[in-house]
T-cell receptor, first 114, second 112 residues
């Protein structure tokens, strides 16, 4: 597609429950990035993929967060045993294969942990 | 710690006025500097971007000024319109990992 598609738009989970977010990057884009936006403004990088391979996972809280980008499937970000502080908007972005080019963002998934 | 510092946190401008947002960075490996516009409930949308080999880039009413020696760059919104009311983020990335380091954002309100 011509836009980054994220689902669901909203997700509510009780503390301790699992949350799974999906992202379909723009067709032909090789890089996928996940960011967490908290308190309306601050963006935190989580993980990036080059095709189905993890490119950079330095931002991932590895004990509860995991992510995948499998061929012919949307990318996913999964949070096991959610905590209140995981409440945020999670954005996925994709960019083309050439180095350091513009990243296009999806509309985000708002996760609320209650 | 935040790698890109952005100011001001918010600004109010009259319709037709100029909005100026400033950003500063420390990491000299950064080589790509985009500005994003975000409306409430939406994802960031790329407005304009610059690389360090130019000092200014203009697209319509939006201009980026870049000062490599000072490690600063700024966004100027000319002839500000009410539809420009949004949060603006500067960002920077390097050619090693491509991930964006964002500023803290500036909420711009344009009064009619």
């Amino acid at each position: 597609g011509e836009e980054v598609a994220q689902t669901p738009k909203h997700l509510v989970r009780g503390e301790g429950q699992k949350a799974k977010l999906y992202c379909a990057p723009i067709k032909g884009h090789s890089y996928v990035f996940w960011y967490q936006q908290v308190l309306k403004n601050e963006f935190k990088f989580l993980i990036s993929f080059q095709n189905e391979n993890v490119f950079d996972e330095t931002g991932m809280p590895k004990e509860r967060f995991s992510a995948k980008c499998l061929p012919n499937s949307p990318c996913s970000l999964e949070i096991q045993a959610t905590k209140l502080e995981d409440s945020a908007v999670y954005f996925c972005a994709s960019s083309q294969s050439t180095a350091n080019t513009e990243a296009f963002f999806g509309q985000g998934t708002r996760l609320t942990v209650v | 710690q935040q790698q890109v510092k952005q100011s001001p946190q918010s600004l109010i401008v009259q319709k037709g006025g100029i909005s100026i947002i400033n950003c500063a960075y420390e990491n000299t490996a950064f080589d790509y500097f985009p500005w994003y516009q975000q409306f409430p409930g939406k994802g960031p949308a790329l407005l304009i971007a610059i690389r360090p080999d130019v000092s200014e880039k203009k697209e319509g009413r939006f201009t980026i000024s870049f000062n490599k020696s000072a490690k600063q760059f700024s966004l100027h919104i000319m002839d500000s319109q009410p539809g420009d009311s949004a949060t603006y983020f500067c960002a920077a990335s390097n050619p090693n990992d491509y991930k964006l380091s964002f500023g803290a954002g500036t909420t711009v309100t344009v009064r009619a």
